[in-house]
């Protein structure tokens, strides 16, 4: 195989690797050390709230129900994720949202309300996606 003049190996990957590795001294604290938990409601969180917010024009109309139904999945899954991390408060909170929003067995609540509802229940979906932590713990397989 015929040498490259000046430059790498073919198939290389020597782009973007330091010279020498960088090792800490002894009196810095690794500032890039993994968390012991997670915040895996943060996602389903905003989409909710998202979700929540932009719904909030469609309340009277016929297409509310499939927001209803996303807000209700939406909430089922942001309670696991609270009963797994031990968060009783968000998981009874998530609870009533998820029956409030039940497509299924409709709570008949007025428009107006529904409207302060709506804004009321993006702000809790942000406040309880930052809350939950999981621990990192619960995140390895089990072993059956």
Do not use: Y
Request: aromatic share 6%; glycine share 6%; hydrophobic share 55%.
């Amino acid at each position: 195989m015929a040498t490259r003049k000046g430059r790498p190996p073919v198939g290389s990957s020597q782009n973007g690797v330091p010279a020498a590795p960088v090792r800490p001294t002894a009196g810095t604290t690794n500032t890039h050390a993994t968390p012991g938990f997670t915040r895996p409601a943060l996602a389903p969180s905003l989409i909710a709230a998202i979700v929540l917010l932009a719904c909030v024009a469609i309340i009277d109309s016929s297409g509310f129900v499939f927001a209803r139904w996303g807000i209700t999945v939406l909430s089922l899954i942001v309670l696991v994720f609270a009963v797994r991390g031990k968060t009783w408060w968000a998981a009874v909170l998530m609870a009533a949202v998820a029956v409030c929003w039940n497509p299924l067995v409709t709570v008949p609540i007025p428009g107006q309300v529904w409207a302060a509802l709506q804004i009321l229940a993006a702000a809790l979906f942000i406040v309880v996606g930052i809350a939950v932590k999981v621990p990192r713990e619960a995140d390895a397989p089990r072993a059956s």
